[in-house]
C-alpha cells in the first residue's frame, strides 16, 4: 500500500535541487503526490540522475502525458515516476512553447516511454527529439492537427447541415 511520506519528498526536494538547483522551477503537493517542476533544458538529465541515484532508485515510469495551456502559449509534458525500493512515487513536469515543442526522449531511460512518447506526439503535437520511431499511434497518419490541443476543433467546421442556434451559438 502507498502512503505519503514527507520527508522521503523533502530528501527527493533537497537531492535534486543540490544537483540541479535553479533548473527546479518549483515543487508543491497536489492531492497525494509530490510535483516538481523542472525547467526543459534539464529534464533528461534529472529523469535520469532520479533512475539512478542510488538513495532514490525511481526505476519505474508509470506515465507519461502531454498537456496544453492555450493560455501561455505552452505544452507540457507530465512523467509519473515509482521507487519500488522505497515504495515512493512523484509527478515531474515541464513546459515547452507550443511553437517549438522539442524535448529531448526518454525511451533510453525507460523503453517503456516509447508508445507513451508516441501517444503525446499523436495527440499533442510535442516533438521528441531522438525518438527511434515517432510518428502517429492511434489517429491516421494523414490527420492535421492534434485533438487533445485546447484549440482543436471539435466539429467539422466544413459543415453546413447544422443549425448553431439550436445549441446557443
Known amino acids: ?19 540541479f538547483g535553479n533548473s527546479i522551477v518549483s515543487h508543491v503537493m497536489q492531492a497525494d503526490m509530490l510535483c516538481i517542476d523542472i525547467q526543459k533544458e534539464a529534464i533528461y538529465d534529472a529523469l535520469l540522475f532520479l533512475r ?32 519500488f525500493l522505497n515504495n515512493h512515487r512523484i ?7 507550443v511553437n517549438n515543442p522539442i524535448l529531448p526522449t526518454i525511451t533510453s531511460i525507460w523503453t517503456s516511454a516509447n508508445w507513451m512518447e508516441r501517444e503525446a506526439y499523436d495527440f499533442y503535437g510535442i516533438l521528441f527529439e531522438g ?18 490541443r485546447k484549440d482543436f476543433p471539435l466539429e467539422d467546421q466544413t459543415r453546413d447541415d447544422k443549425n448553431d442556434s439550436m445549441f446557443g451559438r
Open 131 to 148: 525518438h527511434p520511431n515517432l510518428k502517429r499511434i492511434l489517429n491516421v497518419e494523414e490527420m492535421e492537427g492534434f485533438p487533445l
Open 1 to 19: 500500500m502507498f502512503k505519503i511520506n514527507p520527508e522521503r519528498d523533502q530528501f527527493v526536494i533537497s537531492k535534486l535541487s543540490s544537483r
Open 52 to 83: 539512478d541515484d542510488d538513495e532514490l532508485q525511481f526505476n519505474f515510469l508509470t506515465t507519461l502525458c502531454g498537456m496544453h495551456y492555450p493560455e501561455n502559449e505552452q505544452l507540457g509534458v507530465v512523467y509519473h515516476l515509482h521507487s
Open 91 to 97: 509527478r515531474i513536469k515541464t513546459s515547452i512553447e
